[in-house]
């Protein structure tokens, strides 16, 4: 008994005089794995040009439908990204993300990878969702303010998005309604008015 | 086997090419006969009876492809062929110039037998000295009265028209004739429906080669069983071959059907030039299997040169001494069906391109072993599933001399250089 | 398997026994072996083929082994024969597939990620079924061509995409006869260009994306907009006229990205005009009325449905106390599903008792069902179809391909005259056979006393081009003064559309409701300030602004076609049913749901609001609409007669 007791405090007091494996984050940083899948980077090329081209394949591949993008076509005197595509908008909701790094294996172009930054907290929803100003590789003289998600990004389930504000998109699902003047009583006209729109029984065919 | 000259008989007659020197020979004798003795029945009988095949290169018989024309619709068309565009052939062209108004009074007795007031003859864009000698000839029959409406008083209308081509080596290709002639581009048509039944505007049509018809006044002057006993069973009559490559006396000789090559390689040609031996020699144009030194004895007759796994085709006659490189030839000839390829589908358009860029790294000496399997492998790919012969011809010249010469080709894997040609050089300098 | 492959005899059915890869059916005579091969639920990759269109086998891609035929056989191109056996599923079949890939493949573009087609790309998903997975071609060598050419504002054409299947030429060709396509240079240098280099001018050239099967010619207002799995597919009816041609509603993020062509060979033959398909886009820019608003001398303000709604029973209640019931009347449009015509004219009629109704401005005296008995595949059948004017064309732009292949295909004589023209301008027409006259409605008259002038040597049928999207439906279900649902007579036959307007100037009327209005409202705008200014009452239910929602007294916001369910009647009578492919744009419910709201507070308690259930009654009430069904020609007696 005293024997085994004896074995157990040497053991601890040879590991107490061990340097400890924990560190004091976030006051002291632990580097990361090379391989580390964490927040994602949107790549440029060397000559500052965007690597994305805005084909979607990463929203393709997401297994949880957290990437959002918006292609638009290049203005050939002011290409944002070799060829005719770009992405307008890139969006990825970090708090569906599973860190799967699908997305980096499915890019054509190795535009986005997944780096090492794993500090993701915010007191606001609305600000986990990553825009392209948030993913991009800063570059010199390159503009960095931060647009705020896209009304029906990958965001529009975490935004809380009111409905009607002035400059957003004209279409609201009447589910939102804040204004409880203008939206019908529930029961009123025999609406229910938790859905978005009136589905009766019968018009439940495959669309 | 003695010599028959039939079409080539005048040939080198002075001033051949003006009608009153072409009727002092004899010339429009036969239009005069079919149009008396004649109906158009049994006309198309007659040359049915001659075993007359066609010369274009598919060597189908002429007098069944007549009788393939619907009964009751008319208008109707005939054209000449004379887009001659096969590598090595120029026996048509030889033919125009020396005798054009054989072609156009056997173009009237086809158009009598087949009851055709339109005959065309589609002449191809490079023959344009050719073009004007036939266009000159034309006016001359029509002011005689051999063209043109009441046929030497016979009651039979019909009109010639001469059609230069743009120079498209597809457009020897009937259809592909009959787009080109309605003024498309020149790309094969969907068969069926055969031109027999909707060609030219839509009408039955009938295409001829300029050898075919050159033959008309001649088997209605002395009849289709005399004809037919010229030649072998099956390949009646005589048949010009444009002879050329390595030879002493390259030319174009009229021979009869069933004459071994040899003898017309040895009498006709003055045998290989420079007194060096025969590698091989390719028969019917470019479009053709190589042949081999042992096959110099069969006889000119289609189905005998088909068994040897070969065609006589249009009649050309390619022969290659002993220093020829057959990837250097093969090259040269893919590059013209790539050249040529219409574009209209998809295995000849890229395949010819992907051959010639295989060929011309190989030739090279560019290209790996594993690639040159992808060549075989491409030109089966090609074989048999293009849109019309063009796409299939592209392979076949190929895929025989790579048979025939595997070492040759092997041989040029990885090499550098051709290493035929250093080795001849060495040979030509010693 | 052996024994079904060769039946004894076959049956005197007219039709041809075919077996593939070992199964069989019986087609009709003349079928392609890749039409067969659909009806038997097997595969052949096809690129130059295409279902409205001439064979011409040259992708070489749908290459299948034939029993007793030396050579591979295009499927497309070879009809079936009796007791033919096909075999797909060979080695050399296989073979050959990979091989025409591979040349395809060759000098393609390594574009699909900035190609605005990928993932709806014929060559892609054929590559990954059937293609060599790998190439043997160095990509240094592809021969290069000019990128993104733009056609005209609406295509672009990337002649390196292109595999040369011909289908855009051959659509010009056959399709619309306008050859504006042609193909230059030759061998693997061909090359799809305009003819001469200049613009299409063609109003049909949004179809040549559809048809396209790789990214060649994409589409100018649909680039880089989405891609196929962002999008939302819905089934609907083009909402710009009154062909009423089958569409899929493609939306990404609730905004309308596209209108594709859904094929319904008995009206659009998969066709769509550019006004068509250029007015889904639009939609999502058009301003939109989203509250409800009580205006009065006081003022504005907004308020919730319910009170809008009591508001204008309770103001339409007064107005008939004051001035009778004939003082109201009651104004739709043509662009009203047949659910919300019905509750419309059933609240005129029956809650406030107004013989004043209609949907358009014009008056149309005698009208009946054989204005619309010709339809539109039938024109096909006819031996000969006379067009009055080009305002049928210019109004349903799809019916000139429809006479285009009728004239081309079917040989049907097509006599395009101008709109007064008489017997005599007509000229000879074939003796036997049905004769098509088609007009649109500002040619009625002419058409009418034409039609009575052919009927006395030949059979003619007559097809009117209607106005809106549901123009049809409007006058069948009896949005008219002089008629009632199904063409049915009326008691006292009312005021006419623009009568009503003058008559509410005049202070003859002073209530009026009008649901819709927005579409008439514009040609009118000077005579409705007046109107506006005599009014008592003016309920308005609309989903846009106009001249009538500024001067409301109870304005109500309704949804647009893309928001709702319900049916429209096409010009030839077709049914069709559309499905809300967007949420509303606006907090209240669907018009109909307003609409049986308003005639409860008027006291008619007990009407439905459900679009389903306001169908179900109708067709009870309409026949003609219960035999139609939904996608059915709805035929009244008269014209069946006809």
Same mark, same amino acid.
């Given at each position: 008994?005293?024997?085994?007791?004896?074995?157990?405090?040497?053991?601890?007091?040879?590991?107490?005089?061990?340097?400890?494996?924990?560190?004091?984050?976030?006051?002291?940083?632990?580097?990361?794995?090379?391989?580390?899948?964490?927040?994602?980077?949107?790549?440029?090329?060397?000559?500052?040009?965007?690597?994305?081209?805005?084909?979607?394949?990463?929203?393709?591949?997401?297994?949880?439908?957290?990437?959002?993008?918006?292609?638009?076509?290049?203005?050939?005197?002011?290409?944002?990204?070799?060829?005719?595509?770009?992405?307008?908008?890139?969006?990825?909701?970090?708090?569906?993300?599973?860190?799967?790094?699908?997305?980096?294996?499915?890019?054509?172009?190795?535009?986005?990878?997944?780096?090492?930054?794993?500090?993701?907290?915010?007191?606001?929803?609305?600000?986990?969702?990553?825009?392209?100003?948030?993913?991009?590789?800063?570059?010199?003289?390159?503009?960095?303010?931060?647009?705020?998600?896209?009304?029906?990004?990958?965001?529009?389930?975490?935004?809380?998005?009111?409905?009607?504000?002035?400059?957003?998109?004209?279409?609201?699902?009447?589910?939102?309604?804040?204004?409880?003047?203008?939206?019908?009583?529930?029961?009123?006209?025999?609406?229910?008015?938790?859905?978005?729109?009136?589905?009766?029984?019968?018009?439940?065919?495959?669309? | 086997?003695?010599?028959?000259?039939?079409?080539?008989?005048?040939?080198?007659?002075?001033?051949?090419?003006?009608?009153?020197?072409?009727?002092?020979?004899?010339?429009?004798?036969?239009? %005069?006969?079919?149009?008396?003795?004649?109906?158009?029945?049994?006309?198309?009988?007659?040359?049915?009876?001659?075993?007359?095949?066609?010369?274009?290169?598919?060597?189908?018989?002429?007098?069944?492809?007549?009788?393939?024309?619907?009964?009751?619709?008319?208008?109707?068309?005939?054209?000449?062929?004379?887009?001659?565009?096969?590598?090595?052939?120029?026996?048509? %062209?030889?033919?125009?110039?020396?005798?054009?108004?054989?072609?156009?009074?056997?173009?009237?007795?086809?158009?009598?037998?087949?009851?055709?007031?339109?005959?065309?003859?589609?002449?191809?864009?490079?023959?344009?000295?050719?073009?004007?000698?036939?266009?000159?000839?034309?006016?001359?029959?029509?002011?005689?009265?051999?063209?043109?409406?009441?046929?030497?008083?016979?009651?039979?209308?019909?009109?010639?028209?001469?059609?230069?081509?743009?120079?498209?080596?597809?457009?020897?290709?009937?259809?592909?004739?009959?787009?080109?002639?309605?003024?498309?581009?020149?790309?094969? %048509?969907?068969?069926?429906?055969?031109?027999?039944?909707?060609?030219?505007?839509?009408?039955?049509?009938?295409?001829?080669?300029?050898?075919?018809?050159?033959?008309?006044?001649?088997?209605?002057?002395?009849?289709?069983?005399?004809?037919?006993?010229?030649?072998?069973?099956?390949?009646?009559?005589?048949?010009?071959?444009?002879?050329?490559?390595?030879?002493?006396?390259?030319?174009?000789?009229?021979?009869?059907?069933?004459?071994?090559?040899?003898?017309?390689?040895?009498?006709?040609?003055?045998?290989?030039?420079?007194?060096?031996?025969?590698?091989?020699?390719?028969?019917?144009?470019?479009?053709?299997?190589?042949?081999?030194?042992?096959?110099?004895?069969?006889?000119?007759?289609?189905?005998?040169?088909?068994?040897?796994?070969?065609?006589?085709?249009?009649?050309?006659?390619?022969?290659?001494?002993?220093?020829?490189?057959?990837?250097?030839?093969?090259?040269?000839?893919?590059?013209f069906y790539h050249h040529e390829s219409c574009g209209k589908c998809a295995p000849c358009r890229e395949g010819t391109y992907f051959e010639s860029d295989l060929m011309h790294r190989l030739e090279a000496g560019h290209l790996t072993l594993e690639e040159l399997h992808t060549l075989a492998d491409i030109c089966d790919n090609m074989n048999g599933k293009c849109f019309c012969p063009l796409g299939d011809t592209a392979t076949w010249f190929v895929m025989s001399a790579f048979k025939a010469f595997r070492d040759e080709f092997e041989a040029h894997c990885g090499a550098g250089a051709c290493p035929v040609r250093t080795a001849s050089a060495q040979l030509v300098t010693a | 398997m052996a024994a079904d492959t060769t039946p004894p005899a076959a049956p005197e059915d007219g039709l041809v026994g075919i077996t593939i890869d070992g199964r069989t059916a019986r087609v009709a005579k003349g079928t392609l072996v890749t039409d067969a091969s659909a009806i038997l639920g097997i595969h052949i990759p096809v690129y130059c083929a295409h279902p409205k269109m001439d064979p011409v086998a040259v992708c070489r891609m749908c290459l299948v082994h034939v029993e007793k035929m030396p050579k591979l056989q295009p499927a497309c191109a070879t009809p079936v024969s009796e007791g033919m056996v096909v075999s797909t599923e060979r080695a050399d079949v296989a073979k050959t597939r990979e091989g025409v890939l591979e040349f395809l493949l060759l000098n393609h573009p390594l574009d699909c990620p900035v190609c605005d087609r990928g993932g709806e790309c014929d060559l892609q998903d054929f590559a990954f079924r059937y293609g060599p997975q790998a190439s043997r071609f160095p990509i240094t060598e592809k021969v290069h061509f000019n990128k993104a050419v733009p056609l005209s504002d609406r295509i672009e054409l990337?002649?390196?995409?292109?595999?040369?299947?011909?289908?855009?030429?051959?659509?010009?060709?056959?399709?619309?006869?306008?050859?504006?396509?042609?193909?230059?240079?030759?061998?693997?240098?061909?090359?799809?260009?305009?003819?001469?280099?200049?613009?299409?001018?063609?109003?049909?050239?949004?179809?040549?994306?559809?048809?396209?099967?790789?990214?060649?010619?994409?589409?100018?207002?649909?680039?880089?907009?989405?891609?196929?799995?962002?999008?939302?597919?819905?089934?609907?009816?083009?909402?710009?006229?009154?062909?009423?041609?089958?569409?899929?509603?493609?939306?990404?993020?609730?905004?309308?990205?596209?209108?594709?062509?859904?094929?319904?060979?008995?009206?659009?033959?998969?066709?769509?005009?550019?006004?068509?398909?250029?007015?889904?886009?639009?939609?999502?820019?058009?301003?939109?009325?989203?509250?409800?608003?009580?205006?009065?001398?006081?003022?504005?303000?907004?308020?919730?449905?319910?009170?809008?709604?009591?508001?204008?029973?309770?103001?339409?209640?007064?107005?008939?106390?004051?001035?009778?019931?004939?003082?109201?009347?009651?104004?739709?449009?043509?662009?009203?599903?047949?659910?919300?015509?019905?509750?419309?004219?059933?609240?005129?009629?029956?809650?406030?008792?107004?013989?004043?109704?209609?949907?358009?401005?014009?008056?149309?005296?005698?009208?009946?069902?054989?204005?619309?008995?010709?339809?539109?595949?039938?024109?096909?059948?006819?031996?000969?179809?006379?067009?009055?004017?080009?305002?049928?064309?210019?109004?349903?732009?799809?019916?000139?391909?429809?006479?285009?292949?009728?004239?081309?295909?079917?040989?049907?004589?097509?006599?395009?005259?101008?709109?007064?023209?008489?017997?005599?301008?007509?000229?000879?027409?074939?003796?036997?056979?049905?004769?098509?006259?088609?007009?649109?409605?500002?040619?009625?008259?002419?058409?009418?006393?034409?039609?009575?002038?052919?009927?006395?040597?030949?059979?003619?049928?007559?097809?009117?081009?209607?106005?809106?999207?549901?123009?049809?439906?409007?006058?069948?279900?009896?949005?008219?003064?002089?008629?009632?649902?199904?063409?049915?007579?009326?008691?006292?036959?009312?005021?006419?559309?623009?009568?009503?307007?003058?008559?509410?100037?005049?202070?003859?009327?002073?209530?009026?409701?009008?649901?819709?209005?927005?579409?008439?409202?514009?040609?009118?705008?000077?005579?409705?300030?007046?109107?506006?200014?005599?009014?008592?009452?003016?309920?308005?239910?609309?989903?846009?602004?106009?001249?009538?929602?500024?001067?409301?007294?109870?304005?109500?916001?309704?949804?647009?076609?893309?928001?709702?369910?319900?049916?429209?009647?096409?010009?030839?009578?077709?049914?069709?049913?559309?499905?809300?492919?967007?949420?509303?744009?606006?907090?209240?419910?669907?018009?109909?749901?307003?609409?049986?709201?308003?005639?409860?507070?008027?006291?008619?308690?007990?009407?439905?609001?459900?679009?389903?259930?306001?169908?179900?009654?109708?067709?009870?009430?309409?026949?003609?609409?219960?035999?139609?069904?939904?996608?059915?020609?709805?035929?009244?007696?008269?014209?069946?007669?006809?």
């Amino acid at each position: 008994m005293l024997i085994e007791i004896a074995k157990g405090m040497a053991h601890t007091l040879r590991v107490m005089l061990r340097k400890p494996i924990t560190v004091q984050w976030p006051e002291e940083q632990k580097p990361v794995a090379p391989r580390h899948r964490g927040r994602h980077i949107l790549h440029r090329y060397d000559n500052g040009m965007e690597k994305c081209i805005g084909c979607e394949l990463c929203a393709a591949a997401c297994p949880v439908g957290c990437i959002y993008v918006g292609a638009a076509e290049n203005d050939p005197a002011n290409p944002v990204s070799p060829g005719e595509r770009y992405a307008e908008r890139y969006e990825i909701n970090l708090l569906r993300c599973i860190y799967c790094g699908y997305c980096a294996e499915a890019c054509p172009t190795e535009a986005i990878t997944l780096g090492p930054r794993f500090e993701l907290a915010d007191y606001r929803k609305e600000r986990l969702v990553a825009t392209k100003e948030d993913l991009l590789e800063a570059w010199p003289n390159m503009a960095q303010s931060r647009r705020s998600p896209s009304d029906h990004g990958a965001g529009a389930d975490q935004t809380g998005r009111a409905s009607e504000v002035p400059g957003l998109s004209p279409r609201v699902a009447w589910e939102d309604g804040i204004d409880s003047s203008a939206s019908p009583r529930p029961g009123e006209y025999g609406i229910p008015s938790h859905v978005p729109r009136v589905i009766s029984p019968d018009e439940a065919e495959p669309r | 086997m003695g010599e028959h000259k039939l079409l080539t008989e005048h040939f080198g007659t002075e001033g051949l090419q003006t009608l009153a020197v072409y009727e002092r020979v004899g010339g429009y004798q036969g239009l %005069r006969e079919a149009l008396s003795r004649f109906t158009p029945e049994t006309l198309i009988d007659e040359v049915k009876a001659s075993g007359l095949r066609g010369r274009g290169g598919a060597g189908f018989p002429t007098g069944t492809k007549w009788g393939f024309l619907p009964k009751d619709v008319f208008p109707r068309y005939l054209c000449c062929n004379a887009d001659e565009s096969e590598p090595g052939c120029f026996k048509d %062209r030889a033919l125009i110039d020396e005798n054009p108004h054989q072609l156009i009074e056997g173009l009237l007795i086809a158009a009598y037998a087949l009851q055709v007031n339109t005959a065309f003859i589609y002449i191809r864009g490079e023959y344009h000295d050719q073009r004007l000698l036939l266009e000159r000839c034309v006016e001359e029959a029509r002011a005689a009265g051999h063209i043109g409406a009441n046929v030497l008083g016979s009651g039979f209308s019909c009109d010639v028209i001469v059609h230069g081509g743009a120079g498209a080596y597809i457009c020897g290709e009937e259809t592909a004739l009959i787009d080109s002639l309605e003024g498309y581009r020149g790309q094969p %048509r969907l068969k069926p429906p055969f031109p027999a039944l909707k060609g030219l505007y839509g009408k039955p049509t009938v295409v001829n080669n300029v050898e075919t018809l050159s033959n008309l006044p001649h088997i209605v002057q002395r009849g289709g069983a005399w004809f037919k006993q010229l030649g072998t069973e099956k390949s009646a009559g005589t048949r010009l071959f444009c002879c050329s490559g390595h030879i002493n006396r390259p030319g174009t000789y009229e021979i009869a059907m069933g004459t071994p090559i040899r003898e017309l390689l040895e009498e006709e040609c003055g045998g290989i030039w420079k007194d060096r031996s025969i590698k091989a020699f390719q028969p019917g144009g470019g479009s053709m299997q190589v042949l081999l030194p042992e096959h110099l004895d069969l006889p000119l007759d289609m189905d005998a040169v088909a068994q040897a796994g070969s065609s006589l085709g249009a009649g050309a006659m390619v022969f290659m001494d002993e220093t020829t490189c057959m990837v250097n030839v093969s090259m040269r000839l893919v590059d013209f069906y790539h050249h040529e390829s219409c574009g209209k589908c998809a295995p000849c358009r890229e395949g010819t391109y992907f051959e010639s860029d295989l060929m011309h790294r190989l030739e090279a000496g560019h290209l790996t072993l594993e690639e040159l399997h992808t060549l075989a492998d491409i030109c089966d790919n090609m074989n048999g599933k293009c849109f019309c012969p063009l796409g299939d011809t592209a392979t076949w010249f190929v895929m025989s001399a790579f048979k025939a010469f595997r070492d040759e080709f092997e041989a040029h894997c990885g090499a550098g250089a051709c290493p035929v040609r250093t080795a001849s050089a060495q040979l030509v300098t010693a | 398997m052996a024994a079904d492959t060769t039946p004894p005899a076959a049956p005197e059915d007219g039709l041809v026994g075919i077996t593939i890869d070992g199964r069989t059916a019986r087609v009709a005579k003349g079928t392609l072996v890749t039409d067969a091969s659909a009806i038997l639920g097997i595969h052949i990759p096809v690129y130059c083929a295409h279902p409205k269109m001439d064979p011409v086998a040259v992708c070489r891609m749908c290459l299948v082994h034939v029993e007793k035929m030396p050579k591979l056989q295009p499927a497309c191109a070879t009809p079936v024969s009796e007791g033919m056996v096909v075999s797909t599923e060979r080695a050399d079949v296989a073979k050959t597939r990979e091989g025409v890939l591979e040349f395809l493949l060759l000098n393609h573009p390594l574009d699909c990620p900035v190609c605005d087609r990928g993932g709806e790309c014929d060559l892609q998903d054929f590559a990954f079924r059937y293609g060599p997975q790998a190439s043997r071609f160095p990509i240094t060598e592809k021969v290069h061509f000019n990128k993104a050419v733009p056609l005209s504002d609406r295509i672009e054409l990337d002649q390196e995409r292109c595999i040369l299947c011909w289908r855009c030429t051959r659509y010009y060709d056959e399709i619309t006869g306008e050859k504006e396509l042609v193909l230059q240079e030759r061998g693997v240098h061909t090359l799809v260009n305009t003819f001469e280099g200049k613009p299409l001018t063609s109003a049909f050239q949004g179809n040549l994306p559809e048809i396209c099967p790789v990214g060649a010619l994409t589409n100018r207002k649909y680039r880089f907009k989405a891609r196929p799995w962002d999008l939302q597919r819905t089934k609907g009816v083009c909402p710009t006229c009154s062909y009423g041609c089958n569409i899929n509603i493609d939306s990404r993020d609730f905004e309308i990205k596209r209108f594709a062509s859904r094929d319904n060979p008995l009206v659009d033959d998969m066709w769509l005009c550019d006004r068509g398909r250029d007015s889904g886009p639009s939609w999502n820019n058009v301003e939109r009325i989203r509250r409800p608003v009580l205006r009065d001398a006081t003022g504005s303000r907004e308020v919730s449905v319910s009170e809008a709604v009591a508001a204008a029973a309770r103001s339409l209640r007064e107005v008939r106390e004051r001035h009778g019931p004939s003082s109201i009347a009651v104004l739709g449009s043509a662009e009203n599903t047949n659910e919300e015509i019905w509750l419309l004219q059933r609240l005129a009629r029956t809650a406030l008792e107004t013989p004043h109704l209609d949907h358009q401005l014009e008056a149309f005296p005698d009208i009946g069902p054989e204005e619309h008995a010709l339809g539109i595949a039938e024109i096909e059948q006819c031996a000969a179809v006379i067009v009055l004017g080009d305002e049928p064309e210019r109004e349903a732009p799809v019916l000139t391909l429809r006479l285009f292949k009728a004239q081309t295909k079917r040989g049907v004589a097509i006599r395009r005259v101008v709109a007064q023209a008489t017997r005599s301008l007509v000229g000879e027409l074939p003796a036997e056979g049905l004769i098509g006259l088609i007009a649109d409605e500002t040619n009625r008259e002419h058409a009418t006393a034409l039609a009575g002038e052919l009927s006395r040597s030949h059979q003619v049928r007559r097809m009117t081009v209607t106005r809106g999207v549901n123009g049809r439906g409007a006058k069948d279900l009896g949005m008219l003064p002089n008629s009632g649902p199904g063409y049915t007579a009326v008691d006292q036959a009312g005021k006419a559309g623009r009568h009503i307007l003058e008559a509410s100037a005049a202070g003859l009327i002073t209530g009026l409701v009008v649901m819709g209005g927005s579409v008439w409202s514009a040609s009118v705008t000077p005579l409705l300030e007046r109107v506006a200014a005599a009014l008592e009452v003016l309920v308005v239910i609309d989903t846009r602004p106009g001249p009538l929602s500024r001067a409301a007294t109870v304005l109500i916001p309704g949804h647009a076609i893309f928001e709702k369910g319900g049916t429209v009647t096409n010009m030839e009578g077709r049914v069709q049913r559309v499905r809300p492919a967007l949420p509303p744009a606006t907090q209240t419910p669907s018009e109909t749901r307003i609409l049986s709201a308003l005639a409860a507070e008027l006291g008619a308690a007990g009407w439905p609001g459900d679009h389903l259930l306001i169908n179900r009654e109708l067709v009870t009430a309409v026949p003609a609409y219960a035999r139609a069904g939904n996608g059915g020609r709805a035929l009244f007696e008269a014209a069946v007669r006809a």
